[in-house]
């Protein structure tokens, strides 16, 4: 599985964003597409989670309300609607999945298999 992620940019704070995760090769493995983003002398962190069986969906604290995750099943791409971004929001924004029988939690990086090359979000004040 190839995971690109698209969509970033410079927005200013209050301004949306939406990210796309488009998935290639065997995509009928991928079970749960995440959301991490790692800022500058940061701990990557769970942004928001799918479950691409039952579109279970997941969020971190800091963007419940603001951002929705979604999926395109005729295209294979998860993505990431971003709203009343934040200076705070500022980071590398990594899609990841993972395929089948790995542990459900959709904010366990550590179960993860497949990862983007992360795309670039930066929300000026």
């Known amino acids: 599985v190839q995971l690109q992620a698209s969509g970033g940019g410079l927005v200013q704070a209050g301004g949306s964003l939406r990210l796309a995760c488009a998935a290639s090769?065997?995509?009928?493995?991928?079970?749960?597409v995440g959301w991490f983003r790692q800022a500058p002398g940061e701990e990557r962190e769970f942004v928001a989670g799918?479950?691409?069986?039952?579109?279970?969906?997941s969020y971190g604290d800091s963007v419940k309300g603001r951002f929705t995750i979604s999926r395109d099943d005729a295209k294979d791409t998860t993505y990431l609607q971003m709203n009343s971004l934040r200076p705070g929001d500022t980071a590398v924004y990594y899609c990841?999945?993972?395929?089948?029988?790995?542990?459900?939690?959709?904010?366990?990086?550590?179960?993860?298999?497949?990862w983007g090359q992360g795309t670039q979000v930066t929300v000026s004040s």
């Open positions: 990841a999945a993972k395929r089948i029988f790995r542990p459900s939690d959709l904010s366990q990086m550590a179960s993860y298999d497949w």
């Open positions: 090769g065997r995509t009928s493995h991928i079970y749960q």
């Open positions: 799918i479950s691409w069986r039952t579109s279970q969906t």
